[in-house]
């Protein structure tokens, strides 16, 4: 009964993952990729999008507060920003990369330091939900593990 609970949760959290934006498909090819040889293979790859996210958001950070802006330099760390969170299925931290970039061609800094703000805010929210999501899969336990149901 508990394992159903469990499965339930799980399942809705997914679903409203989807539904408010955050993930897309990609994420669900990932869970596809899963299986009992390697387990936690989807929260691997999600570790290492928020170690190197984490890593780019930081370089973006100083760039932007460096004179003169090097918008070049900027433009960059963030199309590497949106390539990690493609990787991942990160839906909205790929639209907010997008929107930075049009500031970024723009030269338009302050576009560029309210994108960063806002990106920097769904990265935040984004690692809580699939932490606790994460979190909810190791209490189903490993062998039951994949939770390969669409949106």
Do not use: W
Not at 3 to 18: A, G, H, P, T, W
């Amino acid at each position: 009964m508990e394992y159903l609970n469990f499965r339930r949760q799980i399942i809705c959290m997914k679903k409203s993952l989807f539904d408010q934006g955050y993930l897309d498909e990609q994420f669900n090819q990932l869970e596809e990729l899963q299986d009992e040889s390697s387990p936690n293979f989807v929260e691997e790859v999600v570790v290492l999008f928020f170690k190197d996210s984490s890593r780019l958001l930081t370089n973006i950070e100083q760039t932007l507060e460096k004179y003169p802006q090097d918008f070049y330099q900027l433009d960059s760390l963030v199309h590497q920003l949106k390539g990690s969170g493609l990787s991942i299925g990160a839906l909205r931290m790929k639209n907010e990369c997008s929107v930075f970039k049009v500031y970024c061609n723009d030269r338009n800094l302050e576009g560029c330091r309210r994108s960063f703000q806002k990106m920097k805010r769904e990265h935040a929210t984004l690692k809580q939900k699939l932490e606790t999501y994460f979190q909810l899969l190791r209490q189903v336990g490993p062998c039951k593990q994949a939770v390969n149901s669409r949106k």
